[in-house]
């Protein structure tokens, strides 16, 4: 069976015409769900002949035609739908690859070698080697086909073997083609505490470019990530979506085209805004990693593809626990001191969270981080805040019996700081121009080796002193500004890309020497996002927004692509408007965390939150590791409802909320999903205030699955601002 998966077929038909027998190369791309076709021109180069559902019958291969949507003119025009267009080739429409080789010839053609699969954890390697036939210039496509989560993670590799450098200004990740009869972008853009805002456009003939230029905070403005409904706008529970994701900390570009017969092309990939790349001899430049799966569900299915797939293959530690915490940001910001911190531990102890985590303004000495003016660059702990510096702070955890974290910005520089006096040659900033200042910082030059040991040295001095340090927040609030790097000198095309590419350095090295160390990555709320970061990186901040009603919002648009377990969210006082009870339980949709005074609270909020957070961790399975189920969505009306099922369908737990309910409107049931029909399931109201007596009309009652899938329950109401969560047991 796996061979016939993974197979690269070899046909021999007749081409009764020419009355002489040629032999055709299909490569077979395939997921238990999804076929994606290439296959070798008769001019030898490589087109895709089919990107959809699984095609069961091996002999319809043949059936597929390398031009099949070439237009009218298609009996005589090589066009068809190349895997890796090249510039300067006969196709019109934008390419994957623009490269200007060292005579200043601007045309890349790329004929097929060969291709090779290898199993990997999870599904197949395919590599497909092209190479032009004048230049020798080589590009190898990789497919990874993950054969039960339905995803395809696909990636190019360039090179090339001519004495002096080429300069490359395009190199996608890949290219898919579609032919349907509409298609709808759901993008999603953003700014600071608004992320993952999900708006919907149909796509027209022309170019529709999603893209960021800001370097370091890359995703601030839109995230790596799309949707494209295929044959209408993308829906929830059923239609043809493909979902697709790029792992890359920097600038991205998703080119969407649909050209003069329809056909849409979707092109993945660095930005090369800027950042025309030279590329010596025999290096290889290997692109960012393009993610997606192909749905014929819906989103939600899509998502669930996804979350499985990034839990078990990409996600660090996607398999592992994660920690419950107690933040201090929300609550008392660069005002603290040993003995407030001390407090602080004792309080995640009471609240029954894992961790403290010390946030932002414990550096500096200086320039002491009063503010975020200054300090940033000084990872040495501010004496006469801190005197017996973190090693006293880490006393203090274990004293309290919680665990201990602490928050780093290594990546940039605050120019009031000892470390800008010292290198201002490892900041990028413009030599002979004013500077600008995005939160009064500066970005390092992460292109520069010996600034990559630097931020190494942030992480690695703080844990050979402290091995007891658990846990990282790794923050990034600056974009590039002032784009120059001295380190680069005249290639200063290479910057944008080669900083990334040291940050990835740096976090390997990370990785390498303190494998168990968990990490959150935070980018002033959610500007970094992407599955290439999350190899590191065991969950990230989805926004400074801890609104509940917003967060809502923007924990579904973040749930398209990333598991619960990825997405950190904090019960904080943002929004006195609502209850704790309200914003805990959308803090529970994700990895739990406090950032709140316990002295804020009142007695019954207090209890109330220690039950949370023993309901949370006893629903781990369910809302770190199973199965989620968008069912009711914010943004088509006033309530909102989410479910998530362990993956044994025995425990399961229902969020719903009132957000801004109408006079009495029409209240609809809300019907499980993914539940074994035959089985009997308690369902009960938690998370309730001490005393408050459950109102859901259904709670203590059993019930089968088929019935809670069917018919459904009623927790919705009318007030707004109201939360109810219903745990699903089977008897
Ligand atoms: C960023 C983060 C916050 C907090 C502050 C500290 O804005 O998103 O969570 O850590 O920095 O300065």
Redesign the pocket.
């Known amino acids: 069976m796996k061979n016939i998966l993974a197979a690269v077929l070899t046909i021999a038909v007749t081409v009764s015409a020419m009355a002489e027998s040629v032999e055709r190369k299909i490569i077979r791309i395939a997921t238990d769900n999804t076929d994606l076709v290439f296959e070798v021109g008769p001019n030898k180069r490589l087109y895709q002949t089919y990107l959809g559902k699984k095609l069961n019958n091996p002999e319809d291969f043949k059936n597929l035609s390398w031009n099949q949507y070439a237009g009218s003119d298609g009996s005589v025009s090589t066009r068809g739908w190349e895997a890796y267009s090249t510039s300067g080739n006969e196709d019109f429409f934008e390419p994957a690859l623009g490269i200007t080789h060292s005579d200043g010839n601007m045309t890349t053609y790329l004929y097929y070698v060969d291709s090779s699969e290898e199993n990997v954890p999870g599904g197949t390697h395919t590599r497909i080697r092209l190479r032009d036939d004048k230049y020798p210039v080589n590009v190898t496509l990789n497919y990874v086909a993950y054969t039960k989560e339905n995803v395809i993670k696909t990636w190019s590799e360039i090179s090339h073997q001519v004495k002096k450098p080429i300069t490359m200004s395009q190199y996608a990740s890949a290219m898919l083609y579609f032919n349907e009869p509409s298609y709808w972008l759901t993008e999603f853009s953003s700014d600071w505490a608004k992320e993952a805002q999900m708006n919907v456009q149909e796509l027209k003939f022309g170019k529709k470019v999603i893209d960021t230029k800001l370097g370091s905070r890359a995703a601030m403005l839109t995230h790596p990530f799309f949707e494209i409904g295929l044959n209408g706008p993308a829906k929830e529970h059923s239609g043809e979506v493909l979902m697709g994701t790029l792992g890359w900390t920097g600038n991205f570009r998703f080119t969407f085209e649909v050209d003069n017969v329809g056909n849409l092309r979707v092109i993945p990939g660095i930005n090369p805004y800027a950042s025309n790349y030279e590329l010596k001899a025999n290096d290889v430049f290997t692109t960012p990693e393009f993610i997606f799966t192909l749905s014929y569900d819906g989103t939600n299915q899509g998502s669930r593809n996804l979350h499985d797939w990034a839990r078990r293959y990409q996600l660090k530690d996607g398999m592992k626990g994660r920690l419950t915490l107690l933040n201090n940001?929300e609550n008392t910001a660069f005002d603290f001191d040993q003995e407030v911190l001390a407090e602080l531990m004792k309080e995640a102890k009471h609240l029954g969270v894992d961790m403290f985590l010390l946030?932002?303004g414990w550096f500096g000495n200086k320039y002491p981080r009063k503010d975020?003016h200054a300090g940033l660059g000084d990872w040495e702990v501010t004496h006469d805040k801190l005197p017996g510096g973190i090693p006293a702070l880490v006393d203090a955890a274990k004293e309290a019996d919680v665990k201990f974290g602490i928050?780093i910005e290594p990546e940039m520089v605050n120019p009031k700081s000892e470390l800008y006096e010292k290198h201002p040659e490892w900041v990028i900033e413009q030599p002979n121009r004013d500077t600008y200042y995005y939160r009064n910082q500066l970005v390092l030059d992460m292109s520069n080796p010996k600034v990559q040991d630097h931020v190494f040295g942030v992480v690695d001095d703080i844990l050979k002193e402290n091995p007891d340090v658990a846990y990282f927040?790794w923050?990034c609030?600056s974009p590039i500004t002032n784009i120059y790097s001295p380190y680069a000198k005249d290639k200063q095309g290479q910057l944008y890309v080669d900083h990334v590419k040291g940050i990835y350095n740096v976090l390997k090295r990370i990785k390498e020497k303190y494998p168990d160390v968990p990490m959150m990555l935070?980018s002033?709320?959610g500007a970094r996002c992407d599955y290439e970061a999350l190899k590191y990186f065991t969950e990230f901040?989805c926004s400074?927004n801890t609104d509940p009603i917003e967060r809502i919002f923007i924990q579904w648009g973040f749930s398209q692509f990333f598991p619960a377990k990825a997405m950190a969210a904090h019960v904080t006082s943002w929004n006195k408007n609502t209850t704790l009870k309200f914003r805990t339980d959308v803090a529970a949709m994700c990895k739990l965390g406090f950032d709140i005074g316990l002295q804020e609270l009142s007695a019954e909020e207090l209890e109330f939150a220690q039950q949370a957070v023993a309901n949370w961790k006893r629903l781990e399975p369910a809302i770190m590791d199973g199965d989620q189920y968008r069912l009711v969505s914010p943004y088509d009306g006033n309530h909102a409802a989410v479910e998530y099922l362990d993956k044994s369908k025995t425990m399961g737990v229902l969020f719903a909320y009132d957000i801004a309910p109408r006079f009495r409107e029409k209240l609809s049931r809300v019907k499980l999903q993914g539940l074994d029909g035959k089985q009997k399931y308690l369902v009960k109201e938690i998370n309730l205030m001490p005393g408050d007596a459950s109102t859901f009309p259904q709670n203590g009652k059993v019930f089968t699955g088929d019935y809670l899938m069917k018919v459904g329950l009623d927790v919705f109401g009318y007030e707004h601002n109201v939360s109810r969560v219903i745990e699903i047991i089977a008897q």
Do not use: L, M, R
Request: proline share 0%; hydrophobic share 25%.
């Open positions: 940001w946030d932002d975020d928050w927040k923050d609030n935070c002033g709320g901040w400074d």
